[in-house]
């Protein structure tokens, strides 16, 4: 007897055994100007592409506020762009260059390019490019668009949001924005985060503390609590995993939590012996 007699197929899965490819969705994020952009976010990622973090929006604020001094004229570079906010505030401030990265997965890659491509508000797309890219790795496929326009390699500013929870990862993107920030007293990487996770924020900030130790100086540049959490689901505060049988939170550590899960923390990293008493 085979599958057949029962009018079966033994390996084709039931309906809704997978789950259901979920829509892309938008955001709309308003420019200090007025100017609203509109950007497409994934579906779903396991790499939260289909979110735009409010770290996003505040580094983009911070970076048109400031457009005259670090964007206008300057190659810029993002890291973990997700949609993109911040390389397309910079490609309108004036950037010369901009390089917009996050790893290299078609769908995040794909709708990276989309906002960029249908960014109304863009004169021109000469000066924007998208790139997948791993962190740690080789960034030649980054300076390349670079070219000629550039004295020195690398970028004037790098701009990352809400990465450093990927501890994991803190050795790589040190390297990167060692691999690719410009040697001149006046480049920076911008790192601006929200410590969603507050039992981990210790772990957090070993970013900084590792830059610290790569030739980085490091300065607090930005904290401000916006108005309501990220993940409002989210419970906050909780003993660290390993000891689970030990939660216990007052009223003032919820409410303290609360606060830092509203907030956004930015550091500037440069170059030590450039921005300190060296010289180029």
Partial sequence: MSEDDFGID???????????????????????????????????????????FNAGRVISHYVEERADAIVNGKDVLELGA??????????????????STDYPDTELIENLRWNMDHCSLLPTLQNI???????GNSPKDLLVHLG?????????????????FNHSEHTKLVKSIQQTLRRTPDAQALVFFTPHRTWLLQQDMKFFELAGRSGFEVRK????????VMFEEDKGVRAPQRN??????????????????RTVFGFELRWKELCCGGFV
């Fill in 244 to 261: 689970p049988e030990k939660y216990f939170v007052d009223a003032n550590t919820k409410e303290q939590d609360e606060v830092l899960r």
């Fill in 221 to 228: 540049v930005y904290q401000k609590a916006g108005e309501k």
């Fill in 129 to 135: 490019h998208v790139e997948g890219y791993i962190w």
């Fill in 82 to 99: 997700g949609a993109g906010a911040p390389s397309l505030v910079c490609a309108l401030k004036g950037a010369r260059t901009v390089v």
């Fill in 148 to 164: 000629a326009k550039a004295t020195r390699p690398g970028f004037d500013l790098i701009l990352l949001s809400d990465l450093v």
């Fill in 10 to 52: 033994m390996f084709k899965e039931p309906d809704g055994f997978y789950e259901a490819e979920k829509p892309h969705t938008t955001e709309t994020h308003t420019m200090i100007s007025g100017k609203a952009l509109t950007l497409r976010l994934v579906g779903h990622s396991p790499l939260w592409g289909h979110l735009l």
